[in-house]
């Protein structure tokens, strides 16, 4: 699972930079300032939650948790709702398509699924991992990693 995780994180952030250079530079003298700003946004949006989908990978490499596992889950469905409505959203226009308004409404629920995500990570934080957790997935290495100096 942890190499799927890592490999989904290496394609989303390679979307994410190839769709937010194609808006900085293909897309700067077509979209209006609007839609420019909502472009920005799922692009920021984008690149901040695959950053954490690798983070989440790791972690679940180390703790296979079914929290950390749904908690990347969250992440991943949250960057396609949130991130993809608003690319569409934004080039719309440029895409000249006007009947795409249902897409209004899917925005909240990627966020919806973003905010899952970063809340199951908490609860995972303040519940579950634990040193202790860690040293028994990492055996004797992890042990000398995780001492204190």
Do not use: C
């Not at 290496?10 to 979307?15: A, M, N, R």
């Not at 909240?108 to 934080?125: E, N, Q, R, T």
Request: charged share 15%; glycine share 10%; hydrophobic share 50%.
């Amino acid at each position: 699972m942890y190499n799927k995780l890592l490999g989904i994180a290496g394609i989303l952030g390679l979307l994410a930079v190839a769709i937010g250079a194609f808006g900085a530079h293909g897309l700067r003298d077509v979209l209006m300032p609007n839609d420019k700003a909502i472009f920005e946004t799922a692009s920021r949006y984008h690149f901040y939650h695959t950053i954490m989908l690798v983070l989440v990978a790791v972690l679940y490499a180390r703790d296979e948790s079914r929290m950390l596992r749904l908690a990347a889950y969250a992440f991943i469905d949250g960057i396609l709702l949130f991130s993809g409505s608003l690319y569409l959203l934004a080039t719309k226009n440029v895409l000249g398509i006007s009947t795409w308004a249902f897409l209004g409404p899917i925005t909240p629920v990627g966020g919806v699924f973003l905010i899952i995500g970063w809340f199951i990570l908490a609860w995972y934080g303040f519940q579950y991992a634990t040193v202790q957790r860690f040293r028994t997935k990492l055996g004797k290495t992890g042990d000398r990693l995780l001492d204190e100096p």
